[in-house]
C-alpha cells in the first residue's frame, strides 16, 4: 500500500501569515502548488479579534465567527473575503482581517467539486443537500436546510467523516463538533465554548455517519424546520490529515507523542473530558520552527494570539507535547486533534520527511 496518495499537502491546505494594511488585497499562499481555497479562517494575531471563515458556497462576504454562536453575517462593500481565486482569495477593507499595522493568519482548505443532491430523486439520505467536496482530500463543504425531524444528509464523500462541524447560519446557536474520536455519537463538543463533551442525542440522532450520508436529530443547532446550516467534513486521508484522541500524561520532559503518519503543518485540539478549557490552534508558519516556547490561537475566543512555554513540537511523523499544560497535555485527561501536513512521514515515492 501507499504511504500517501497526497505528495504535495499544500495543493489542499496550506496557511498564510500577513500584515493589515486596510486595501482591498489578494492573499497568496506559498506552497509548491496553486491552493484555489474553498474555506478560508482569517483570525487576527497581534491583537484581540473575532475568528472569520468564510467559504465558496455560502459565498463571499458571508461570515461566521467560531468564537460566538452568533448568526452568519455578510459584509458590505469592499469588506470581508471578496473572492475567491486560484492560488488564495481576496480580502477588503474590514479590520477584523485587514488592520492596519496588525498581524494576521489565515488557513485555507480545497474541496473544489460542486454536487447537488436531491435526496427525493437519488435516494441518498433524506435531507437535500449542496456542497463542495475532495474525495482525494477528504474534506467537503455542506449546505442543507432544516426539517426538524430525524434525517440523514449527503456529504459528497465515498468514506465517513472523522469529524464534522455544524454551524446554523440564521440563527444564534452554538457550533457543534461531532467525531469518531469522541465517545460516540451521542457526545458532541462546542467549537465555540470551553465544555466538555456533552450528551445531546438529538444533534446527531445518536447515529454515526456513513460513506454516504451524516445524521441530524431535531436539535435546532443541527436540524430546525426552516433552518439554515453549513457543515465542515473530514476524513483522515494517510500522509495528509487524521483525526484522532490521545491521551496526556503532564510530563514536560517526556510528554505524550501523538503519531499522525506525517509533519504536521496545523494541529487544533480540545480537551473532552476532566475540566473545562480551551481548544488551541498552532501551526508551522506563526511557529515555523520548534522551540522553548510556542504561540497559539482558540477558536473559541477572540484574544490575540499568546506565547506559552508549555509547547508542542512538530515532528516528521506526528507532533509531541513538551509541556504539562492542561489545555492539551493532562494527566490522564483525554484530547480530540485534527491535523493536517506540511509533508508525509514518506512520500509515495519513498521519500522520507525531515524533522524540523
Same mark, same amino acid.
Given at each position: 500500500m501507499a504511504y500517501t496518495t497526497?505528495?504535495?499537502?499544500?495543493?489542499?491546505?496550506n496557511s498564510l501569515i500577513y500584515t493589515g494594511n486596510v486595501t482591498v488585497r489578494a492573499l497568496t499562499f506559498d506552497g509548491n502548488s496553486d491552493l484555489a481555497v474553498d474555506w478560508i479562517w482569517l483570525k487576527s494575531r497581534s491583537i484581540s479579534g473575532n475568528h472569520h471563515l468564510y467559504d465558496s458556497v455560502r459565498g463571499t462576504q458571508k461570515?461566521?465567527?467560531? #468564537?460566538?454562536? &452568533?448568526?452568519?453575517?455578510t459584509n458590505g462593500g469592499t469588506d470581508g473575503v471578496t473572492a475567491f481565486s486560484s492560488n488564495g482569495v481576496t480580502i477588503g477593507t474590514n479590520t477584523a482581517s485587514n488592520d492596519d499595522g496588525e498581524t494576521f493568519v489565515g488557513w485555507g482548505w480545497k474541496a473544489g467539486?460542486?454536487?447537488? #443532491?436531491?435526496? &427525493?430523486?437519488?435516494?441518498i439520505g433524506s435531507i437535500d443537500s449542496a456542497g463542495s467536496v475532495s474525495d482525494v482530500s477528504g474534506f467537503s463543504i455542506v449546505s442543507f436546510t432544516g426539517t426538524g425531524s430525524n434525517g440523514t444528509i449527503k456529504?459528497?464523500?465515498s468514506t465517513a467523516p472523522d469529524l464534522f462541524i455544524i454551524k446554523r447560519r440564521d440563527s444564534a446557536n452554538d457550533w457543534r463538533?461531532?467525531?469518531?474520536?469522541?465517545t460516540n455519537f451521542v457526545k458532541h463538543v462546542n467549537l465555540n465554548t470551553t465544555a466538555v463533551e456533552s450528551d445531546l442525542a438529538a444533534a446527531f440522532n445518536s447515529t454515526g455517519p456513513t460513506t454516504s450520508v451524516f445524521s441530524v436529530g431535531t436539535s435546532v443547532s443541527t436540524n430546525a424546520s426552516g433552518g439554515t446550516y453549513i457543515a465542515y467534513c473530514f476524513s483522515s486521508i494517510k500522509g495528509y490529515s487524521k483525526v484522532g484522541s490521545y491521551t496526556g500524561n503532564n510530563s514536560v520532559t517526556d510528554g505524550t507523542f501523538v503519531y499522525t503518519?506525517?509533519?504536521?503543518?496545523?494541529?487544533m485540539v480540545k480537551l473532552i473530558d476532566s475540566q473545562t478549557d480551551n481548544w488551541i490552534m498552532q501551526d508551522n508558519k506563526i511557529n515555523s520552527f520548534n522551540g522553548a516556547s510556542s504561540q497559539r490561537l482558540r477558536?473559541?475566543?477572540s484574544g490575540a494570539e499568546f506565547t506559552s512555554t508549555n509547547e508542542i513540537d512538530f515532528l516528521s511523523n506526528g507532533f509531541k507535547c513538551?509541556?504539562?499544560?492542561?489545555?492539551?497535555?493532562?494527566?490522564?485527561?483525554s484530547y480530540i486533534y485534527m491535523a493536517f501536513a506540511e509533508s508525509p512521514f514518506v512520500t509515495s515515492t519513498e521519500v522520507p520527511a525531515t524533522a524540523r
Open positions: 497526497i505528495d504535495d499537502p499544500s495543493a489542499y491546505f461570515h461566521l465567527r467560531s #468564537n460566538l454562536d &452568533s448568526a452568519e453575517g467539486t460542486s454536487f447537488t #443532491n436531491d435526496a &427525493s430523486s437519488t435516494s456529504h459528497g464523500l463538533v461531532g467525531s469518531s474520536a469522541l503518519g506525517f509533519k504536521p503543518a496545523f494541529v477558536p473559541n475566543s513538551r509541556g504539562d499544560d492542561g489545555e492539551f497535555n493532562g494527566d490522564g485527561f
